[in-house]
């Protein structure tokens, strides 16, 4: 396998108020994490600045005008409970998206089989016409919109792992059949979507929720996967798997209640690597998404991304 790591050193620039989860250091753990002598010749990319024509695929203008309005020249301004500006944090959030279509660039022309962006902030929870929950642009959504126009993908598939049910790419394809989006979260829990009842517009069948209760971890994670996702995923027969990667399922995380452990985190790499195997030639672009705990997020990434090296 061939695997390429895509970052940039915004990323620890997007500042948030003492305490919150969300922050700088976690970045910082994963490029420790991936300083390790075992990824020492994975290649590495600074990522591009994102551009704003692929950002207006999946948001209207007046989501990027919301953020560039409410960008301090210094301190903090809070755009609601949990999302917080900083004078740096519109630059990361461009960063983010750049480093997704760039790893879609990357994995379509075929110089590599997958891609791990080290990102922040994350974008799951970004809706079509709204910015929230850590989230201001949908990295995820973003990169899928991009490989259909530039590289004619018919079918999309993202598959979101993060305790957080990613409401926002849930928003973006409820009515659209090119794109599935596969959940797997606690629930209920911030936001509150994702029952398994929420299927796509008119029971499409494009949205799959496999929601699980405080306390479940391994079992129950891969039962929902092999049982309810990974049937879906086949039938669906992408052209591309974009993951949402985020690690706070962790048993150490403290932003929720599910009990899953590195070994976990392997395991639903692998099954959704031989996704990509059977259905499009190994396509598959990971996104960094949630993980608080940075014991725990250094570990998950570096198991995560140590199986997309290696099968």
């Known amino acids: ?9 915004t990323f620890m620039k997007h500042k948030t108020p003492e305490g919150h989860p969300e922050r700088p250091d976690r970045m910082r753990a994963v490029n420790i994490a991936l300083e390790h002598e075992k990824f020492i010749y994975m290649p590495r990319e600074e990522a591009q600045l994102g551009r704003l024509e692929d950002i207006l695929r999946c948001h209207p203008q007046s ?4 953020l560039e309005e409410n960008s301090p020249k210094e301190g903090l301004i809070s755009l609601d409970g949990d999302t917080t500006v900083s004078p740096e944090t519109m630059t990361a959030a461009l960063y983010a998206v750049g480093a997704s279509t760039q790893a879609i660039d990357e994995v379509m022309q075929g ?12 974008g799951h929870h970004a809706e079509q016409n709204r910015s929230m929950g850590f989230c201001f642009f949908n990295n995820a959504a973003i990169a899928a919109r991009y490989a259909q126009e530039h590289y004619g993908a018919e079918h999309v598939a ?6 957080h049910h990613g409401n926002g790419t849930q928003d973006i394809f409820w009515d659209d059949p090119s794109v599935m989006y596969c959940s797997t979260h606690q629930m209920p829990l911030y936001p509150g979507t994702g029952a398994w009842t929420e299927t796509g517009k008119d029971d499409l069948g494009n949205i799959v ?9 391994a079992e129950q994670m891969r039962d929902a996967f092999e049982s309810r996702l990974l049937p879906a995923l086949y039938d669906f027969n992408p052209d591309l798997v974009i993951v949402s990667a985020g690690f706070d399922a962790h048993i150490r995380d403290p932003l929720g209640d599910l009990t899953c452990t590195e070994a976990d985190f392997s ?8 996704v990509a195997d059977k259905c499009c030639d190994n396509r598959l672009v990971s996104l960094l998404e949630g993980g608080y705990d940075l ?10 991304v140590d199986r997309l090296m290696h099968g």
């Open 1 to 9: 396998m061939s695997t390429i790591y895509i970052t940039h050193p």
């Open 63 to 66: 989501v990027i005008d919301h």
């Open 111 to 122: 110089k590599v089989n997958n891609a791990f962006c080290g990102i922040r902030p994350p």
């Open 158 to 163: 993202i598959v979101d792992f993060d305790l």
């Open 209 to 217: 929720n496999a929601p699980l209760g405080a306390g479940q971890g």
């Open 267 to 274: 395991w639903m790499t692998g099954k959704l690597m031989d």
């Open 295 to 304: 014991t725990a997020l250094a570990r998950s990434v570096a198991v995560h």
